[in-house]
T-cell receptor, first 111, second 113 residues
Framework: TQLLEQSPQFLSIQEGENLTVYCNSSSVFSSLQWYRQEPGEGPVLLVTVVTGGEVKKLKRLTFQFGDARKDSSLHITAAQPGDTGLYLCAGAANTGNQFYFGTGTSLTVIP | DAGITQSPRHKVTETGTPVTLRCHQTENHRYMYWYRQDPGHGLRLIHYSYGVKDTDKGEVSDGYSVSRSKTEDFLLTLESATSSQTSVYFC????????????FGPGTRLLVL
């Protein structure tokens, strides 16, 4: 069962453009995390959001948790080639000890 | 970087053979996880451990078993490998509760012929 759907699946943009990645579910999560993964490596945590409506900023990256805690978005301003990678969202279930990962968004930023 | 190593990093095996993957951590974290990553599916949890000899099933546990006899080691065993288990396997650790940061190992690429 895929609880988290990410869109778009692939994104190729020019350096300096803005972009938004979406992470949607019909399930409610107690918290949601965003990871970035580079080829041949494991994912690395970018941010954790825990409150509905919460917005967190990490330099040029802005993360938002939906009011109902069912969805999230990642906005990148003025993308750089160093932002290239696979972006994964992961939601913590309200019960149990599991994170459910999204399908991933592969971002390529062209210099 | 968190001290997590996985071995082997690459393995090719034949259908029906047993395979054991090892995850070793030097952080003394309580929780350890095994995920598999496949195109179009993201990361899916296979099994996790919340202490020595304490394990539980994840989303895709069929065909896999785990053991944790020491805090630092978490083993994933494919009793009889199948081609559908061809994947990249990641180990992760977290210090305590699920809301904590998960630190991932470098991955093991497994090909079952």
């Amino acid at each position: 069962t895929q609880l988290l759907e990410q869109s778009p699946q692939f994104l190729s943009i020019q350096e300096g453009e803005n972009l938004t990645v979406y992470c949607n579910s019909s399930s409610v999560f107690s918290s949601l995390q965003w990871y970035r993964q580079e080829p041949g490596e494991g994912p690395v945590l970018l941010v954790t959001v825990v409150t509905g409506g919460e917005v967190k900023k990490l330099k040029r990256l802005t993360f938002q948790f939906g009011d109902a805690r069912k969805d999230s978005s990642l906005h990148i301003t003025a993308a750089q080639p160093g932002d290239t990678g696979l972006y994964l969202c992961a939601g913590a279930a309200n019960t149990g000890n599991q994170f459910y990962f999204g399908t991933g968004t592969s971002l390529t930023v062209i210099p | 970087d968190a001290g997590i190593t996985q071995s082997p990093r690459h393995k090719v095996t034949e259908t029906g053979t047993p395979v054991t993957l090892r995850c070793h951590q030097t952080e003394n974290h309580r929780y350890m996880y095994w995920y598999r990553q496949d195109p179009g599916h993201g990361l899916r949890l296979i099994h996790y451990s919340y202490g020595v000899k304490d394990t539980d099933k994840g989303e895709v546990s069929d065909g896999y078993s785990v053991s944790r006899s020491k805090t630092e080691d978490f083993l994933l065993t494919l009793e009889s490998a199948t081609s559908s288990q061809t994947s990249v396997y990641f180990c992760a650790i977290s210090e305590s509760a699920l809301q904590e940061t998960q630190y991932f190992g470098p991955g093991t690429r497994l090909l079952v012929l």
